[in-house]
């Protein structure tokens, strides 16, 4: 991504397969992204690790504490 950090998810970001909050973001080396949940971002990656820098932020699914004003 030209050495730039791509903006954090927030609950406004879909997957693009199922429509559920998206943790997942694949940005194409093509142009272009791909927002995925955290099911779907597991069962896609591996494919487009050579096509796309990833940026996975499903470990938020599992972090204590109260909610993020996304």
Do not use: K
């Not at 069962?43 to 699914?61: K, M, Q, T, V």
């Amino acid at each position: 991504m030209n050495g730039t950090l791509a903006p954090a998810l927030t609950n406004a970001d879909r997957c693009d397969r199922c429509g559920a909050q998206a943790y997942v973001r694949a940005v194409l080396h093509a142009g272009g992204e791909l927002l995925f949940c955290a099911h779907h971002g597991r069962e896609h990656i591996p494919a487009l690790a050579h096509l796309a820098e990833i940026h996975d932020e499903s470990d938020r699914l599992l972090a204590v504490g109260p909610p993020s004003e996304n």
